[in-house]
């Protein structure tokens, strides 16, 4: 996958499971403060991001996350490894 399909994927993702809305999905939107998001939801998105691209994410990598553009780019760097 590139940058811009992982980009589209986990946005997609996360207006279906956590109904945001698309204006809200920006790479420097924050969990907690512009997404309202908390740990238990950043365990789910987890899960979910496993399950529907088909990566394996690292745990204590995901732990650093704090934005969007956090995880596009660690989804980025799972999915190139699988390759």
Do not use: W
């Not at 997404?35 to 990598?61: F, T």
């Amino acid at each position: 996958m590139n940058r811009d399909e992982i980009v589209n994927k986990v946005n997609d993702m996360l207006m279906q499971n956590f109904e945001l809305t698309e204006d809200k999905l920006l790479p420097s939107s924050r969990f907690v403060e512009d997404l309202g998001l908390d740990s238990l939801d950043a365990v789910d998105m987890l899960v979910h991001l496993e399950n529907q691209l088909n990566v394996k994410v690292d745990v204590e990598k995901f732990r650093e996350v704090r934005t969007l553009g956090n995880v596009y780019d660690l989804v980025y760097e799972m999915s190139k490894e699988l390759t």
